[in-house]
């Protein structure tokens, strides 16, 4: 995971400013404390990016947005890489500010469709991936049923491969909430299939 | 990924199915020039910014200079009696003066002080204080200045007529008034005027139609008087009484008398904090209009105070609820920023008026609980507290001096006052703990407890604010606390060492000075045999307080843990709530110890003796925490193994009666309450979102 290296694109001038501990970072230490130091943030970009889509995909039900929300959440990375870079674990930060991004999102879209509806326009769907409604469309639907704070945190847990710690720590949330929304979405998820599946 | 949840493995299989791989391939280049855009964006911005800061540094400019050529002061204080002033009320002005200023140097020692405003007694709480504090102290020699400052208008006596009065009488009462020397005008006031006076009152504040069913009027005539102020209405009173038609007379300050008080209030060798004199500076400040440097030295003191309690303009908690930012508070602090380039400054503090404001150092604004239940709700206070915690008491405890023998401190306050669906009774607090005796305690517990003595869950519609209180309410050096220096513990202490229970400190404070606060090791009173510990506590003390006459009525206990947290373990009622009546006493024979272990070995939970409301030795009360959510077997497991356990313990002499079980879910969400009465043969269950009402509480 850890990537010391430079990109053949990348510019020979950084699109960052380096963290005053640049030298640290370059130094993996996943060993010592089981997290990641990335040297820049692109070595970040290239390790988390793919996780971060599908986590997104999952939690907000529309991969262009996620791709949009991912792209801007390390936009802004790389604006406060100098700080950012210094953290503990820079890829939750990431992770929270496209997590909130594609929420935000959502909720904006959700306020226009409400909108179109009232002026007696139709609200338009938002982008759903094709493949996923082919693959199940029963556990897709399950899950667009969640409540998206249950949701996000299943996907934080299942596809981006987080302990719950550090889905908390995603969510601004508690462990045990992080638990009990990962109970409660498994519970709901079970009857919304074992009902469908009936039918 | 964690433990419990890893064996999922079929869902997460599931799920990556599903969604699949990005369609889109990684694109940094995107990235990058996303970030150049949000550069040129950004240095446009800026240029505005700068703009803006200079256009706000100028309307600051202008703010100040305006304050310093603002024509008529709201309120002028100064530090030599006026002129005006003459006689005794010139002589307390004096007085008044030195007491404030070696109030505030900490020249006067605190039980100087105690007993001067004990000896005050109505006349403090005529004034509208109810607890002692320096910064009451303080406000109630203001309040008393500002009476003496008053001109004109102010009614220094109140004499109420009875209704049975002869006209002739009452008219020949006023000439005789008013022809006492000193007296510089007495006014007639009817019944109708004082009703309609009342009525006036009511119409905007409170409720007008209570009125409507008023059958005749209750209010007495009166007349009003108002004195020189070399006069004392004392003496003035004394003249008057015994007369027939005079129902009652009535009068706010008697200076003559706090005059007297004051003299005999004189420092002593002890001293106390000097922490407060800034603090307390600071509490004025609402009151003056100072000019630009003062003003500026006022928000200093207020950033001190910020320090003290850890809120910081950078701090981010301190972003989100405490600080009020408004268009004009901010441009005066650019205003300010500018004259004391480099220093921190505090924009605007949200005192929201009134009393309260006085006490208020930080405000949490009134928040809608964003939560999903009541544990959610609970989870997010305790984190809102604890960050408090964290940040500002620590560093409040770091200024404060030692406490002395014995003493401590109780810092914090938490005092939401109605927000929490109304009701008179629904207050809460919170409060931490400092014990000097134990140096390794730094951290503190909170609790969130009615004013009925339960414990407390907001629900998630309720909206609160939070004050978080720092000042001299809080950091009240308890002097009477503990041991050999306070001879009215020595009886408690005695019984409980007779019981071998050895606590880490007892004493009292202003807050409920009929409560006696104990604390005791956690460890002593974890269960199973800390039950019988807690209940032999109890027991002890109420006997102590019976034998010895000793004035208090409740007991609050305290569990200092190994790291030193303190937790509540509740409060107890020593005169109405212990019931030692034939057929109910605790039986002293019984081996304590065995009947835990056997308790223990029935159920798993934490065990109090006493009951919920009020203590009663006939009641167990066991709390389960269940670990898993689907818990109804469980709970029939826990209580086939109890029941029989207790029956048995009944026939070996204990007498317990009833059963209080409860049992909560692995979030603290209640699940089950049972009740079990042994005598009667009774069984009520309640069950969460019904109503719960156990027989003992009517």
Known sequence: ?199 | MSVEYAQDLGLKEELDRLVGCPTAPASWSAVQERVRRKRRRRRGAGAVVAAAVVAAAGYGGWSLYSAANHDEPLLVITDAPPESLTGVKAELWSEIQRVKEQSESGALAWVDIERTWRAMGSVWSAAGYSDLDLQSWLGFWSFIEQRMLSEGSVVEMTIYLKDDARSEDVSALHAEIAAMAGVKSVVYTSKAEALERLKQTFRFRYRPEIFEDLSGNPLPASLEIELADDVSPAAIAARLAGRPEIGNISYVANYEQLLSLLRGLTPASETTTTIWSETTTTIWGEQIDLGPADQVRFKEAWRQIADLVGADVTTTWCEDYYLQFSPSGAFEAMSIALVFPGREVLVSWDGRGGPAAQKVLATVETTPIPSQDSYEALHGLHDDLSKIDEVGVAKILAELPAPGSNGYYRVGQWEPEDEMGGGSNTFAWTGAGFQPRMPSVNASSYSLVGIDGRSFDPEPSDTMRFLFVVGAFIALPNTTATTEAAPEFAPLMEAWTSRSIYVLGVGHDESEPDAVFVKISADALAPPDGVFVHASLVREAYLAVQKHGLPFDKLTISGIDADGVEVSQGAISLQSGLSLAPGRELVEEVDWTLAGSKVADAVWGSYSLGGESQFDGRVLSARLRLPEVDTRETYVGYLTGLIPALEKLNQEGYRMAVLQLSIDGPYGAPVLRDVHDFQLGLVMTWHDGEEYRPPWMD
């Open chain 1, 1 to 199: 995971m850890l990537d010391e290296t430079t990109s053949p694109g990348l510019a020979p001038e950084a699109d960052w400013d380096e963290p005053k501990d640049s030298q640290a970072t370059v130094a993996a230490d996943e060993a010592a404390c089981g997290r990641v130091r990335y040297a820049s943030p692109e070595a970040l970009f290239r390790a988390e990016r793919d996780s971060l889509v599908r986590v997104l995909t999952l939690a907000c039900g529309d991969p262009a947005l996620a791709e949009d929300s991912v792209q801007e959440a390390f936009a802004r990375l790389c604006i406060k890489w100098k700080r950012i870079g210094g953290y503990d674990d820079p890829a939750a930060w990431v992770r929270r500010v496209a997590l909130n991004l594609a929420q935000d999102h959502r909720r904006h879209l959700a306020r226009r469709a409400r909108l179109l509806v009232r002026l007696g326009g139709r609200a338009e769907d938002g982008g759903v991936p094709p493949l996923a409604v082919e693959r199940d469309p029963a556990l897709w639907r399950a899950l667009r049923g969640l409540p998206s704070r249950q949701r996000a945190a299943v996907a934080l847990f299942y596809l981006g491969d987080l302990k719950v710690a550090e889905v908390a720590a995603v969510m601004k949330v508690s462990e045990g909430t992080v638990k009990r929304h990962l109970d409660r979405a498994r519970e709901a998820l079970r009857t919304q299939l074992e009902a469908s599946h009936e039918r």
